[in-house]
């Protein structure tokens, strides 16, 4: 399939879940940097792949993607202290981790391809 937009980057469609239930996981709790920091690196990684994908040339886009793969990261490490703060349950942890691990599979294959 050719991506013509950005949202048929299939990274963006699984950042822009992410960034749901980790809104929906973390929208009760009161330790508001920790919430703001966690929602505000989740939601740089899909709008740095948006971002990207309008930009000039592939070296460019890459850029980008790189981007969203260390946001991507954070979030990961983020949702380690999550848990070890008792924000979240291990069962959320899990699923969430295995999500950013499925977008960084996905944004690397990708980086690879405009290589």
Do not use: C, P
Request: net charge neutral; glycine share 2%.
């Amino acid at each position: 399939m050719k991506i013509i937009r950005f949202e048929d980057i299939v990274a963006w469609q699984k950042a822009q879940d992410l960034a749901v239930d980790i809104h929906r996981v973390m929208n009760h709790h009161n330790d508001y940097d920790f919430k703001r920091q966690i929602l505000r690196a989740t939601i740089s990684i899909s709008n740095n792949i948006a971002e990207g994908f309008d930009r000039s040339s592939n070296l460019d886009f890459k850029r980008f993607l790189y981007i969203s793969l260390a946001s991507n990261s954070e979030v990961r490490s983020m949702l380690y202290l999550a848990y070890r703060l008792e924000y979240i349950s291990e069962n959320d942890r899990d699923a969430l981790i295995q999500q950013t691990i499925e977008i960084s599979k996905i944004l690397n294959g990708f980086i690879a391809s405009l290589k």
